[in-house]
């Protein structure tokens, strides 16, 4: 599908890997973890991105509506992998696992492969990895988004993803910082978008 | 209308040069087609100047056909300054695995250069 990129030499990581709860830096407890598919998950992550504040969309998503947040994302759950960060409610130790006592989901990230035939993919080594990560504006700028994307990457290395390019807004230079944070190289021409890549351990 | 409409040889430039037809019909707009030179792309600049060729007269639709050599996003501004368009039409971007709308740096230089209308199909 897409032409090869560039990815830096050195193999950034290691990871942490999900699951894991973290405290933000306004003190609340965030649990990071990854779903076996994302349809178990998928009416949370709806909503979640239904309560997204449109005028932080980049680059044309998450779509508005909740038809269209459902359509997009089960166009692109197959094969993909998904991290889901939850807000625990406070105080509350629960020993039932059903789905209301998580918490709601307030961050998302997830890689979908650059892939013709996803179902297809023997190795996952093969293939070059798109990412994109979403946070709930009220759960911003508290370190979040740093811990889910560590999280995400301890992830695909797990199952033994090598490869992965994200594109970012060229004015985003918060969002540039984090990835370059994390270990990620400007890669490819620059236009409107930057394009970025990290090669994983 | 005066149109110009600018193709490089991807499926969004076949995508782009469709719907310019179509409206063309639609409303009888003057049309022409500048085909760029951009050896990365799927069609060469010929196999790209054939296609136009082609779908012109399976739509029974009249227009100017030129090649435009050199660095694209300049050639094709170069020209739609130099003729007397109203609107310069080009494709509207990609989308990537995510769905991220994604515009190369064509399209940049054209937004940021041309003096005319510029419409993005997508």
């Known amino acids: 599908m897409g032409r090869a990129r560039l990815y830096p030499d050195e193999p950034s990581g290691p990871f942490p890997s999900p699951p894991s709860t973290i405290e933000d830096r306004e003190g609340r407890d965030i649990e990071i973890r990854a779903p076996g598919e994302l349809t178990t998950d998928l ?4 909503e979640m991105y239904d309560q997204f504040d449109p005028t932080d969309r980049a680059q044309g998503i998450p779509p ?9 994302l089960e166009t692109i759950a197959d094969e993909s992998v998904n991290v889901i960060a939850h807000h625990k409610p406070d105080g509350d130790i629960d020993v039932d696992s059903s789905a209301d006592s998580d918490g709601e989901v307030i961050a998302h990230a997830m890689l979908v492969p650059d892939a013709d035939d996803p179902a297809a993919i023997e190795d996952n080594g093969d293939i070059e990895w798109e990412l994109a990560i979403f946070v709930l504006q009220d759960y911003q700028q508290a370190g979040i988004g740093t811990h889910l994307l560590k999280h ?3 992830h695909a290395s797990d199952v033994g993803i090598e490869r992965v390019w994200l594109t970012v807004e060229r004015w985003n230079n918060p969002a540039i910082a ?3 944070r994390v270990g990620f190289e400007a890669s490819g021409t620059e236009s409107f978008e930057q394009e970025m890549s990290i090669r994983l351990e | 209308m005066n149109v110009l409409v600018g193709l490089g040889g991807s499926d969004e430039s076949i995508k782009t040069l469709r719907q310019t037809i179509d409206r063309t019909q639609d409303v009888g707009d003057d049309l022409t087609i500048a085909v760029l030179e951009k050896p990365e792309s799927k069609r060469s600049q010929d196999e ?6 082609d779908l012109l007269s399976e739509a029974g639709v009249d227009a100017d056909l030129v090649r435009l050599e050199g660095d694209p996003g300049s050639a094709l501004v170069d020209h739609a300054e130099q003729g007397e368009f109203d609107q310069l039409v080009i494709g509207g971007g990609t989308l990537s695995p995510m769905g991220k709308i994604q515009l190369g740096p064509i399209t940049e230089f054209v937004l940021l250069n041309a003096p005319t209308t510029v419409k993005l199909v997508r």
């Open chain 1, 43 to 46: 009416d949370a992550v709806v």
């Open chain 1, 64 to 72: 508005t509506g909740e038809d269209r947040i459902r359509n997009w």
């Open chain 1, 152 to 154: 995400l990457l301890g």
């Open chain 1, 178 to 180: 984090l990835y370059e």
């Open chain 2, 48 to 53: 790209m100047y054939e296609e136009a060729t």
